[in-house]
């Protein structure tokens, strides 16, 4: 693939190294060439990097293997998770699903990413649903508007939410950017 049609979540290998794209940016300047510059996170180790490409490069775009896995537990190897075909279990290190952690509840059940047998990431889907745990009171008759407060879910993540959500509510938030999105439908 040539690299102006990198997107964010690709894996590529560069050097015999497998990186997923976390962000991209395609740069213009005025004077001299258009380069694409890239974050990229190894697979393997966890370590991030930048990376540029002139818009001209090709590069090695890698497809993994998903399997659905229910996640059970984590302890100090790492964070367990379960085939739900073939009951298999499997551990990833706390580097690998670093920034998954927040949005995935013991029992849910993701999409985890496989390259050659092994395991290497964690595919959440655009939101998740999730337990408010300790906020403020809500204020009645508030409406959804510019007062927000913070309110802690049940992974220990603290997201800005709207004034009329209360401790016990289960409300949607976005896994690319930690937001708000919505009250969830129950």
């Known amino acids: 693939m040539k690299a102006t049609t990198i997107r964010r979540g690709n894996i590529l290998r560069i050097n015999n190294v497998l990186y997923r794209v976390l962000n991209m940016d395609h740069v213009t300047p005025g004077k001299g060439r258009a380069h694409v510059q ?4 190894n697979i393997i180790d966890g370590t991030q990097t930048e990376m540029r490409f002139r818009s001209e490069d090709d590069l090695e775009r890698i497809a993994l293997e998903a399997k659905m896995m229910q996640y059970l537990y984590n302890d100090t190897s790492g964070y367990h998770f379960m085939d739900t ?3 298999e279990q499997a551990a990833l ?8 952690v927040p949005y995935i509840v013991p029992d ?5 990413e496989w390259f050659e047998g092994k395991p290497v990431g964690v595919e959440l889907p655009p939101a998740v649903d999730l337990l408010v745990t ?3 009171p809500g204020i009645k008759d508030s409406t959804a508007s510019a007062q927000k407060k913070p309110a802690t879910l049940e992974t ?3 997201v800005q939410v709207p004034a009329f959500i209360n401790e016990g509510e289960r409300i949607r938030v976005s896994t690319v950017d930690g ?3 919505e009250r969830a439908k129950s």
Do not use: H, Q
Request: no cysteine; net charge negative.
């Open 156 to 158: 220990g993540l603290i």
């Open 38 to 41: 890239t974050k990229l996170r």
């Open 179 to 181: 937001s708000y999105l």
């Open 85 to 87: 075909e073939s009951y």
């Open 108 to 112: 849910s059940v993701v999409k985890m």
């Open 134 to 136: 300790e906020t403020m």
């Open 93 to 100: 290190s706390a580097d690998v699903v670093g920034d998954v």
